[in-house]
């Protein structure tokens, strides 16, 4: 119920491409599902974030989807670029309580020039 | 520049032995958490501190404890530490707009 499933576990495009991440849950109480960048030797960083009352937000190139029926969500980076390679985690919570903040288990995407 | 600052970045313990990861954060967050990330396993859960002098275990809190006597700092401790404890391990403080990270200590248990 508190996992989060994330999918490719690596994910491999060529400049200019499409980077295409996906998550899913369980959980219908989740209400707010954030993406984190995280750089070599460095810690996750929040990309973007939304809640379940809207179905996609764009910041600059990084778009989230969000299908509520399908408990399905997923980001998007558009125009792909080698600074983008990093390892994406999708996360899910409800609440405040740090044992309701699940999050996946990463994806690293390689940006090829 | 605000923050979470970790210390060591590095470490190499000797299994048996005891160390205190040191965390600080000056954004004046009252949640703060411990995280150990594995290979395929994402960021789990170790402790988390919902102020000062409160404290509760994560997903994974066995081998570890931890304190919280001040808002700023969240110092974990490895009582005798295993080779399982091999990890790296990252402190956060959470505000209600998410988890704002430290750089992380990579932690190798011979």
């Known amino acids: 119920q508190q996992q989060v499933k994330q999918s490719p576990q690596s994910l491999i495009v060529q400049k200019g491409g499409i980077s295409i991440i996906n998550c899913a849950y369980e959980n219908t109480a989740f209400d707010y599902f954030p993406w984190y960048q995280q750089f070599p030797g460095k810690g996750p960083a929040l990309l973007i974030a939304?809640?379940?009352?809207?179905s996609e937000k764009k910041e600059g190139r990084f778009t989230i989807s969000f299908n509520k029926s399908a408990k399905q969500f997923s980001l998007h980076i558009m125009d792909s670029q080698p600074g983008d390679s990093a390892t994406y985690f999708c996360?899910?919570?409800?609440?405040?309580?740090?044992?309701?903040?699940?999050f996946g288990p990463g994806t690293r995407l390689s940006v090829l020039p | 520049n605000a923050g979470v600052t970790q210390t060591p970045k590095f470490q190499v313990l000797k299994t048996g032995q005891s160390m205190t990861l040191q965390c600080a954060q000056d954004?004046?967050?009252?949640?703060m958490s411990w995280y150990r990330q594995d290979p395929g396993m994402g960021l789990r859960l170790i402790h988390y501190?919902?102020?000062?002098?409160?404290?509760d275990q994560g997903e994974v809190p066995n081998g570890y404890n931890v304190s919280r006597s001040t808002t700023e700092d969240f110092p974990l401790r490895l009582l005798s530490a295993a080779p399982s404890q091999t990890s790296v391990y990252f402190c956060?403080?959470?505000?209600?707009?998410?988890?704002?990270f430290g750089s992380g200590t990579r932690l190798t248990v011979v």
């Open positions: 501190s919902v102020g000062a002098g409160i404290t």
């Open positions: 954004m004046n967050h009252e949640y």
């Open positions: 956060a403080s959470r505000s209600d707009y998410g988890y704002t």
């Open positions: 939304i809640r379940p009352d809207v």
């Open positions: 996360a899910a919570s409800w609440g405040r309580r740090e044992q309701n903040f699940v």
